[in-house]
């Protein structure tokens, strides 16, 4: 009996600090660091996590746009911060992208980050511009096979890149990618007949679209868009391995307390599934996301897996 008394007494200091600091948190300001210049949809999403959670917590949680390095300085600033949930990541897919083409980061993307939540979700779509007629997927293929096709991105080994490069597998076809400073330069480059295709994040490229500069031929998620109601997927045209889709998570330092996480996984769901929540991300076609810490963590990892595939077999590298 005294020996288990004992153990239970143990137990339940070791809980009791976790659980403590869960409830204390956070403690002081929180920043969540935007590893890209304040525009575009990475920085409108970060922006509004952090005034909302603010209110939520009531406490101070600011935005430090660090661009460079293809997002690698930013997430380097995070990873060497302390692991005590203060100092945040907000980035979207490229961060699995970004660690599947470059061996020369600044921190380990498996070992110094930790995955704390899917912020939201959406569409990816295959645009096209007036440079050569194509209407449809079969007509790119086509066209690819005749002639260079050049398809925008926002760099080597960016999330763009990595879609254009599974379009062109799926399809078995070759297309030459373009790099750009950002996603608005490529659009402007779509209308004006420069480029042909950008495939990106739907959310992004829909103005493009809705002025008639850019014509959607598929999307890349498993259901159609409700953007986007007439345009098919790319599994209903036969192609089930062109699934890719658009996304915003948020990292911690490693070692912060999994009780930490958890708050923090809990405050940014809570956030994102208000109607006004809902009513944000459906403006960039996307959607929240129920994810646990462990989930996002899984699906992180996989990703990372899935991408340094595909850039050993198209000889993809950004070093």
Known sequence: MRSLL???LLLAGAIAPATGLANDYPTQRVTVVIPFTPSGSNDAVGRYMAENLGRLWRQTVIVENRAGGGSAVGSARVARSAPDGHTLLLISASY??????RTDLPFDPLRDLQPVAM???GQNAIVVGSRVPIANVADLARQARAQTIFY????????????GELVSEVLGISMTPVSYRGGTESLLDLAAGRID???GNLGGILPTIQAGSGRPIAV????RSSALPDVPTMVELGYPDG???AYWAVFAP???????LRKLNDGIRTVTHTPEGREFLARLDSEPVEMSVEEVTTHVRSEIQQWTGLARRRGMSAN
């Open 6 to 8: 004992a153990t239970l």
């Open 96 to 101: 699995t992208t970004t660690a599947a083409t």
């Open 119 to 121: 912020v939201g979700r």
């Open 152 to 163: 925008g991105t926002t760099g080597v080994g960016s999330a763009q890149h990595f879609n």
């Open 197 to 199: 295709v950008v495939i």
């Open 220 to 223: 890349l998620g498993p259901v």
């Open 243 to 245: 699934v890719v889709m």
């Open 254 to 260: 490693s070692g912060t307390p999994m009780s930490v």
